[in-house]
């Protein structure tokens, strides 16, 4: 159980363009969702909380603008690169709560979606 | 501000053997909790073990057990039996039991497996 997706797991996307990222999970309800970035080597670094049917909680220094999140659903919650640029490229993780659970506190990670902006 | 130290970027075991990876934490809070993740290659995040603060017994899970010092705030892994497949990096998360459920991660330790 517990298992959560994103989707695409590779995207290539063209400086200027948008690109939208989906987190779903698969077997239970999630009213919050997180997103985070990992350069390589380094740590996950969490750019925003997203709570079901209301705005996203950004992170300091995290752009609203450019990381939209979207979390319209109890299964999912989608970030949206808009105007990406080549120093947007990175891994982007997501992870579920499943707040129903006797591990509330518990994160369920998706398996990353790559982005490079050429 | 709460914070996680891993203080080994890198550790090398000989398969079969046992390694210890350090990490320390900074918080005023008495409830909270930690955690032990690896990310192999794949960077599929993966939850080895989890520690409830409020639990003075050491968790373990089959080969992976902790050394949880409260009052140190240190919380050090331990890999008895190294395998292969345990090379990956590591990371020391830390989270609070306020209704936030942010987690904050130590910068890894990346983990070799020797054959």
């Known amino acids: 159980g517990a298992v959560v997706s994103q989707h695409p797991s590779w995207v290539i996307c063209k400086s200027g363009t948008s690109v939208k990222i989906e987190c779903r999970s698969l077997?239970?309800?999630?009213?919050?969702m997180f997103w985070y970035r990992q350069f390589p080597k380094q740590s996950l670094m969490l750019m925003a909380t997203?709570?079901?049917?209301?705005?996203?909680?950004?992170e300091q220094g995290v752009e609203k603008d450019k990381f939209l999140i979207n979390h319209a659903s109890l299964t999912l919650s989608t970030l949206t690169v808009t105007s990406a640029h080549p120093e947007d490229s990175s891994f982007y993780i997501c992870?579920?709560?499943?707040?129903?659970?006797?591990?509330?506190?518990?994160?369920?990670f998706g398996p990353g979606t790559r982005l490079t902006v050429t | 501000a709460q914070t996680v130290t891993q203080s080994q970027p890198e550790m090398s075991v000989q398969e079969a053997e046992t390694v210890t990876l350090s990490c320390t934490y900074d918080?005023?809070?008495?409830?909270?909790?930690l955690f032990w993740y690896k990310q192999p290659p794949s960077r599929q995040m993966i939850l080895v073990i989890r520690?409830?603060?409020?639990?003075?017994q050491n968790a373990t899970e089959n080969r992976f057990s902790v050394n949880f010092q409260k009052a140190a705030k240190s919380f050090s892994l331990k890999i008895s039996d190294s395998q292969l497949g345990d090379t990956a990096m590591y990371f020391c998360?830390?989270?609070?039991?306020?209704?936030?459920?942010?987690?904050?991660f130590g910068s890894g330790t990346r983990l070799l497996v020797r054959p």
């Open positions: 520690q409830e603060a409020y639990k003075q």
């Open positions: 998360a830390f989270t609070p039991s306020d209704s936030s459920y942010k987690l904050i």
């Open positions: 918080t005023s809070e008495n409830n909270y909790y």
């Open positions: 992870s579920a709560r499943d707040s129903s659970s006797g591990r509330a506190y518990e994160q369920y």
């Open positions: 077997d239970f309800q999630a009213t919050t």
């Open positions: 997203s709570n079901e049917g209301s705005k996203a909680t950004y």
